[in-house]
């Protein structure tokens, strides 16, 4: 199979590579360098980030970037999420800067046990518009790595790999992914060794205090109807919690305010696409909606929706052409019971995923969410209205005419049933899934109306990274507030 990236894109060989200068940023990107049971490709951000502020003169030009890729990838390990690092520093502190990454990953990545890393350092003032593009298809595409190396070796891009490389996919994605347009952050804390696999012990009560305090700039922190915190995992990886939302200030706040009594390893702070439904911006095309991409269509219901055992409800929709495909929502999702009440007609867009086919079931959208733009109307015929006492009548059978069960007035057989217009028990609105069932991408019902615009991202690295780098030091501390024990 070749992505749509491949097919269109890479073929255009206008752009010419730009040599660079000692005073050229250097960007580094990586990916899967973690696997399904532990390890972390944000935690190998930290401790790289960590090396670079402690031992070099570098200066970060962004925030480290945390880009999340298509979720329906069927090979990801968990949030399909690659890293970009965008520093500033003289070619020697560069050159010892690649250096200790390749060492670092080579050394930390869980290669043998399912991680398959790759690595790549790109210099340059700007990114070449064929790796945006590569960047912007790796969201809702399946891309290949043979690809990968032609973009790299076309730009100059020093690559390294371990495993099968699939890693270099999403390295490079996530350095062309600018993020110039809406964007969140996301502040992730990070447990000492010795606490990896332990309970996390986090208290519900201040989850919820700033969750109220800081709505809606903040998300995907509790779930009300499970009664479950959202901002911390569950399994062995190093990863305390992650706190969502709309500035850097915003979720250092609401991480001050846990007051986590654990010591941890440090924190910091990613600009992510996570929460914007980026993957769901391409346009679905049919027939030709292909296994594992992402994206919206707009299309009208053909078939009545279904509900089956377990709570999933399916149906099928056509598109203006007349091309009709299945559907299917998902109980977990909390958007089954709204699907069952669509009906023959409706005009909805679904942001969804495509299910690869299988020996009992064809290709499928799984719906992530559905937005009701037209309802169509429902008429159910009714037997005739008694004109003495306004009751409804009794047919007496096939053609026999009608009668009042009340006061036995009847009517010839020529009265004609009514059509009676029945109200719907849904709107035209949007609807998303519930939080418990939200994926990495997938864009708050709160965060619509906050979407951020190219211009909105102030690049003031203030209060973004936090470690314990003073060995004298008993706390670690921004604006004057301790954040958490380090020793």
């Not at 999340?68 to 690659?82: C, F, H, Q, S, Y």
Request: net charge positive; with cysteine.
């Amino acid at each position: 199979m070749i992505s749509s990236f491949g097919a269109t894109h890479f073929a255009k060989e206008t752009e010419h590579c730009t040599v660079a200068q000692d005073s050229e940023p250097l960007h580094i990107g990586f990916d899967d360098t973690d696997n399904r049971l532990g390890k972390c490709t944000t935690h190998m951000a930290f401790k790289i980030t960590e090396h670079i502020l402690k031992t070099t003169n570098a200066d970060f030009i962004d925030n480290p970037l945390l880009i999340r890729l298509n979720p329906n990838i069927p090979w990801k390990t968990r949030g399909n999420g690659a890293v970009c690092l965008r520093i500033r520093t003289d070619r020697q502190d560069q050159q010892r800067i690649v250096d200790f990454v390749k060492h670092h990953i080579e050394t930390n990545a869980a290669t043998g046990k399912g991680a398959n890393p790759g690595v790549v350092f790109f210099r340059g003032r700007q990114i070449p518009e064929a790796l945006m593009e590569f960047s912007r298809f790796g969201m809702f595409d399946i891309l290949h790595k043979q690809i990968a190396i032609k973009l790299a070796n076309k730009y100059n891009i020093e690559y390294f790999t371990l495993g099968n490389g699939r890693g270099l996919i999403g390295a490079i994605a996530a350095i062309g992914c600018v993020l110039d347009g809406d964007h969140t952050f996301e502040a992730i804390a990070y447990r000492r060794p010795e606490n990896c696999g332990t309970l996390r012990i986090i208290d519900t009560n201040k989850v919820i205090e700033y969750t109220k305090s800081t709505f809606p700039y903040t998300f995907n922190n509790y779930d009300y109807a499970n009664r479950r915190i959202l901002i911390s995992p569950h399994g062995p990886d190093p990863v305390f919690c992650g706190i969502r939302g709309e500035s850097t200030e915003v979720v250092v706040s609401s991480l001050i305010s846990l007051k986590i009594h654990e010591k941890l390893e440090g924190c910091m702070v990613f600009r992510s696409n996570q929460g914007t439904n980026m993957h769901l911006q391409h346009e679905i095309k049919l027939p030709d909606a292909r296994s594992f991409t992402s994206g919206h269509i707009r299309c009208k219901v053909s078939v009545k929706p279904q509900t089956i055992q377990g709570g999933h409800t399916l149906f099928v929709v056509d598109t203006e052409d007349g091309v009709s495909f299945p559907a299917a929502v998902y109980e977990p999702t909390g958007l089954a019971t709204v699907a069952s009440l669509l009906t023959v007609g409706d005009v909805i867009e679904i942001g969804c995923g495509v299910r690869k086919a299988s020996s009992k079931h064809p290709r499928t959208f799984n719906v992530e969410y559905l937005m009701v733009l037209e309802l169509a109307n429902v008429f159910e015929i009714r037997n005739p209205v008694c004109s003495h006492c306004s009751k409804s009548m009794k047919s007496e059978g096939k053609d026999k005419g009608f009668q009042c069960k009340r006061c036995k007035q009847r009517e010839p057989p020529t009265k004609q049933k009514v059509q009676i217009k029945l109200p719907r028990k849904i709107k035209p609105e949007l609807y998303v899934p519930l939080p418990k069932a939200h994926r990495h991408l997938t864009k708050p019902l709160q965060r619509y109306g906050l979407e951020k615009k190219s211009t909105d991202y102030n690049k003031n690295m203030s209060d973004w990274f936090f470690s314990d780098l003073d060995s004298s030091s008993k706390s670690i501390i921004t604006n004057n507030n301790a954040v958490f024990n380090t020793k």
